[in-house]
Nanobody, 116 residues
Framework: VQLQASGGGSVQAGGSLRLSCAAS????????MYWYRQASGKQREYVAI???????TYPESLRGRFTISRDDAKNTVYLQMNSLKPEDTAVYYC???????????WGQGTQVTVSS
């Protein structure tokens, strides 16, 4: 398994969750890391990007509430989600990409459910 996501669960609105994505060493070293999510009946959307150089990108709607980070010693990427809202309910996926060679890896999804 190249990517293994975990940490999903159920939380009340306003709460926090931290998702983890463990990657193989080569992917972690050479690939940009992503978090995506897909709500029921909706298209998949990107949530956060962390490049190999350490740059982060978020959609405007999530900036300030979500934070992507990495632990090099554990080959793990995290998504810290704060002030969660019911509309954050979705299956969250981690992914890794090396755009120069059009290479993508996807982890299995982890369900996040936010109740009001």
């Amino acid at each position: 398994v190249q990517l293994q996501a975990s940490g999903g669960g159920s939380v009340q609105a306003g709460g926090s969750l931290r998702l983890s994505c463990a990657a193989s060493r080569d992917i972690f070293r050479f690939y940009d890391m992503y978090w995506y999510r897909q709500a029921s009946g909706k298209q998949r959307e990107y949530v956060a990007i962390l490049t190999t150089g350490g740059a982060t990108t978020y959609p405007e709607s999530l900036r300030g509430r979500f934070t992507i980070s990495r632990d090099d010693a554990k080959n793990t990427v995290y998504l810290q989600m704060n002030s969660l809202k019911p509309e954050d309910t979705a299956v969250y996926y981690c992914a890794a990409s090396q755009l120069s060679i059009d290479s993508w890896y996807w982890g299995q999804g982890t369900q996040v459910t936010v109740s009001s």
